[in-house]
């Protein structure tokens, strides 16, 4: 099946300085990809949605200056949350639709856990 | 925008029992999907129902997609310790929208 790395899958990081996060397709391309926060015990919250070449499209509360992603090819998708504090600190997950496969589903990655001290 | 609405919220079963949980869209999806999350880990897609009135099986596990298209359910007959984790419901309202998901159903089996 198709397969999503994410890396790191933990990071800490102290108040004050830049994390970023890489999302990669490993078989397949993928010209949409989607990053997701999960606070403990509650659901995916999507942030945004990015598509190979074009700027990302961010949901409605979500800072686009503080979490900027960049989709440079139909493989890496990165998430790089700027000036991180300690309210940051949680699970994101990033996923991706195969561009030859169905429109339906979607494949996650396996999480990075995000500390901010 | 688009609701899904999922319950319970957490369930605790003794194995063998069956569980249930239900999902409820606030508009009519074009599909929906289950997901399930081990305790530390990311979530796995486990089916798509497309059809209304679908009924799929995966083994214990039986998917059920309303008539009208707004709700779903996912019965587990003769629940197992490897069964725990927590479910989530994903809707679609149409074939290139984003996913909602509901806010999942936490399952948790004692041997």
């Known amino acids: 099946g198709a397969v999503v790395s994410q890396h790191p899958s933990w990071v800490i990081c102290k108040s004050g300085t830049s994390v970023k996060i890489e999302c990669r397709s490993l078989?397949?391309?993928?010209?949409?990809m989607f990053w997701y926060r999960q606070f403990p015990k509650q659901s995916l919250m999507l942030m945004a949605t990015?598509?190979?070449?074009?700027?990302?499209?961010?949901e409605q509360g979500v800072e686009k200056d503080k979490f900027l992603i960049n989709h440079a090819s139909l493989t890496l998708s990165t998430l790089t949350v700027t000036s991180a504090h300690p309210e940051d600190s949680s699970f994101y997950i990033c996923?991706?639709?195969?561009?030859?496969?169905?429109?339906?589903?979607?494949?996650f990655g396996p999480g990075t856990r995000l500390t901010v001290t | 925008g688009q609701q899904v609405m999922q319950i319970p919220q957490y369930q605790h079963v003794q194995e063998g029992e069956d569980f249930t949980t239900y999902c409820n869209s606030s508009?009519?999806?074009?599909?929906i999907q289950w997901y399930k999350q081990r305790p530390g880990g990311h979530p796995v897609f486990l089916i798509q129902?497309?059809?209304?009135?679908e009924v799929k099986k995966q083994k214990r596990l039986t998917f059920q997609f309303g008539e009208a298209k707004k709700n779903s359910s996912l019965h587990i007959t003769a629940t197992q310790t490897t069964d725990v984790g927590t479910y989530f419901c994903?809707?679609?309202?149409?074939?290139?929208?984003?996913?909602?998901f509901g806010k999942g159903t936490m399952l948790l089996v004692s041997p």
């Open positions: 129902l497309v059809k209304s009135g």
């Open positions: 990015s598509n190979e070449g074009s700027k990302a499209t961010y």
């Open positions: 078989d397949f391309q993928a010209t949409t």
């Open positions: 994903a809707g679609r309202s149409s074939g290139y929208s984003t996913l909602t």
């Open positions: 996923s991706a639709r195969d561009r030859e496969g169905g429109v339906y589903e979607q494949y």
């Open positions: 508009t009519t999806l074009s599909n």
